[in-house]
């Protein structure tokens, strides 16, 4: 099998955004959700009606959704009244474990089956993060001894072209590209023409950053997804959406649509830094049962995290409680 990634001696990738010395839990514990979480419980709230309001408003507030919330505060609400917590420790227990269970169901990992290639199509907005997020796969799966070929399939926009160029040189990816404005279904089919050929085992696909509002472009990225279809009824084999966590409740409509439309199998949360309420995951488990194969907490490749739901809550919960439990 033709490996065509290969790590680059150390001192010869090209300089990648530089992210301060800490954990992706540090960069996730900024958020406004924790911020929130752990200002409210580690203040030794008093265990009543108001502690659960207060919450209710913060998750609310952090992109968590009428619906999560809802579910959330009604199953503490009941157990607190019929006084199964002893204090508000046991209620911050049963907290985490509420909001585990939310995020279980989506957990369910990328696996790349045995398809010469398998073909993953990304999709999303403008300014998701999506192209950038290709470049961290790539590193991602060819640590795992897959070649990965690249296709440029964003022609609307000639920098997503080079800045999909420059990631395949930094991690020796080949790409597949044609000049801005060429038909984004031809580029991909050719890419995978010349995957097969090569014996590639993953071919990662762009495409333009369509507004979920834009019916044309919509169209166009459909017309991608069938013109896969007759060089493989099986292609595309993952159509991974990649989600700006900034954007809220907003991501929710943007996820129907293109799940209407191309058919969505796995989302990428980007961004679930300080800059990011946080609760957008929970909102888009509740609504979806789409999988939540990766999150993205900084600019650097090894910032794209597997999603765990378990690592994820302790995350976003204070510290001081879980080491107390």
Same mark, same amino acid.
């Given at each position: 099998?033709?490996?065509?990634? !290969? #790590?680059?001696?150390? *001192?010869?990738?090209?300089?990648?955004?530089? &992210?301060?010395?800490?954990?992706? =839990?540090? +960069? @996730?514990?900024?958020?406004?959700?924790?911020?929130?979480?752990?200002?409210?419980?580690?203040?030794?709230?008093?265990?009543?009606?108001?502690?659960?309001?207060?919450?209710?408003?913060?998750?609310?507030?952090?992109?968590?959704?009428?619906?999560?919330?809802?579910?959330?505060?009604?199953?503490? !609400? #009941?157990?607190?009244? *019929?006084?199964?917590?002893?204090?508000?420790? &046991?209620?911050?227990?049963?907290? =985490?474990? +509420? @909001?585990?269970?939310?995020?279980?169901?989506?957990?369910?990992?990328?696996?790349?089956?045995?398809?010469?290639?398998?073909?993953?199509?990304?999709?999303?907005?403008?300014?998701?993060?999506?192209?950038?997020?290709?470049?961290?796969?790539?590193?991602?799966?060819?640590?795992?001894?897959?070649?990965?070929?690249?296709?440029? *399939?964003?022609?609307?926009?000639?920098?997503?072209?080079?800045?999909?160029?420059?990631?395949?040189?930094?991690?020796?990816?080949?790409?597949?590209?044609?000049?801005?404005?060429?038909?984004?279904?031809?580029?991909?089919?050719?890419?995978?023409?010349?995957?097969?050929?090569?014996?590639?085992?993953?071919?990662?696909?762009?495409?333009?950053?369509?507004?979920?509002?834009?019916?044309?472009?919509?169209?166009?990225?459909?017309?991608?997804?069938?013109?896969?279809?007759?060089?493989?009824?099986?292609?595309?084999?993952?159509?991974?959406?990649?989600?700006?966590?900034?954007?809220?409740?907003?991501?929710?409509?943007?996820?129907?649509?293109?799940?209407?439309?191309?058919?969505?199998?796995?989302?990428?949360?980007?961004?679930?830094?300080?800059?990011?309420?946080?609760?957008?995951v929970f909102a888009l488990a509740r609504e979806f049962d789409i999988p939540i194969r990766f999150i993205g907490t900084g600019e650097r490749s090894e910032d794209l995290i597997e999603f765990d739901p378990v690592a994820f809550v302790d995350g976003l919960l204070p510290k001081r409680l879980q080491g107390a439990r």
């Amino acid at each position: 099998m033709m490996k065509l990634f !290969r #790590k680059q001696e150390a *001192g010869s990738d090209p300089v990648e955004p530089t &992210s301060a010395a800490r954990s992706w =839990r540090d +960069r @996730l514990g900024e958020s406004a959700l924790a911020r929130g979480l752990s200002g409210l419980f580690n203040r030794n709230p008093r265990l009543d009606e108001a502690l659960l309001e207060e919450l209710e408003s913060i998750l609310i507030g952090s992109d968590v959704g009428v619906a999560a919330t809802t579910a959330v505060l009604d199953d503490l !609400r #009941k157990r607190m009244r *019929g006084r199964e917590f002893a204090d508000v420790g &046991s209620l911050f227990d049963a907290l =985490r474990t +509420r @909001l585990i269970g939310l995020l279980e169901p989506i957990a369910r990992p990328l696996r790349i089956q045995a398809a010469q290639p398998f073909v993953l199509l990304m999709v999303g907005v403008n300014g998701a993060g999506k192209t950038t997020t290709i470049g961290k796969l790539a590193m991602h799966l060819g640590n795992q001894g897959l070649g990965i070929m690249l296709a440029a *399939g964003d022609t609307f926009r000639a920098a997503a072209v080079a800045q999909l160029k420059t990631w395949g040189e930094r991690h020796h990816v080949p790409v597949i590209a044609q000049a801005q404005g060429a038909d984004s279904a031809s580029v991909i089919f050719d890419a995978l023409q010349a995957a097969r050929a090569r014996q590639i085992d993953v071919l990662i696909a762009d495409t333009a950053g369509r507004l979920h509002t834009q019916s044309g472009l919509m169209d166009e990225l459909a017309k991608v997804r069938r013109v896969l279809a007759k060089c493989d009824a099986a292609a595309p084999h993952e159509v991974l959406m990649v989600i700006d966590g900034t954007t809220g409740q907003n991501a929710v409509s943007q996820v129907r649509q293109f799940r209407d439309i191309v058919g969505v199998t796995g989302l990428v949360v980007t961004k679930l830094d300080g800059t990011a309420k946080g609760g957008v995951v929970f909102a888009l488990a509740r609504e979806f049962d789409i999988p939540i194969r990766f999150i993205g907490t900084g600019e650097r490749s090894e910032d794209l995290i597997e999603f765990d739901p378990v690592a994820f809550v302790d995350g976003l919960l204070p510290k001081r409680l879980q080491g107390a439990r």
